[in-house]
């Protein structure tokens, strides 16, 4: 019998496919980015990873993990314009809303366990106003209406703000880790 698949949505250097081989004794089977650098860097990091070369947009789940259960797929949407770090500059919707490829996985191909890693303000995500700014009269109003429509797929989802470094990272920032299951 063949193992369930283990994605890696978002797929940068290698360092979450790193910690889930150190969680659950083996590495990613898909690896799904659409830079080369971070693809490239990713596949010399983790080279027994199927690597696809695409936006997660194009990427069909289904198609690409064939009959196969998902038993984990991890997704680390693009943070920028979430960030606080970002200084108040207007932000671009198509990057805002690449958590919303979560759902699209979930619906195509039912992963037994959803994970995703952001900053701290995605629980903010809410609606923009005309000058592509985050209305906060709005605040967290596209956060929640994502995680009912993980919730109405069957997840029970829950999540934590926690630092990496307080579990063996290199790193001090604040991150909220989303869990659905």
């Known amino acids: 019998m063949t ?10 250097g290698g360092g979450a496919s790193a910690g889930i081989e150190a969680a659950l004794g083996r590495g990613p089977d898909i690896a799904v980015n659409h830079d080369d650098v971070a693809l490239a860097m990713h596949a010399a990091n983790h080279p027994a ?19 196969r259960r998902v038993a984990l797929a991890w997704f680390s949407p693009d943070c920028k314009h979430h960030s606080k770090a970002k200084g108040g500059k207007p932000v671009k919707r198509d990057i805002r809303d690449l958590a919303w490829v979560v759902v699209y996985w979930a619906k195509r191909v039912r992963p037994q366990v959803i994970l995703l890693e952001n900053v701290e303000e995605f ?3 809410g609606p923009l106003t005309e000058d592509m ?5 709005r605040k967290g109003q596209t956060f929640n209406f994502w995680v009912e429509k993980l919730r109405r797929l069957g997840y029970a989802v829950d999540w934590r703000e926690l ?6 990272a290199p790193t ?10």
């Open 3 to 12: 193992d369930p698949l283990i994605i890696d949505s978002f797929a940068g």
């Open 49 to 67: 990873t199927r690597h696809i070369h695409s936006n997660v947009w194009k990427v069909d789940p289904a198609a690409v993990c064939g009959n």
């Open 133 to 137: 700014k985050p209305c906060a009269a």
């Open 123 to 125: 629980r903010d995500w």
């Open 163 to 168: 630092r990496a470094c307080d579990y063996g």
């Open 172 to 181: 001090i920032r604040k991150r909220l880790f989303l869990v659905a299951r």
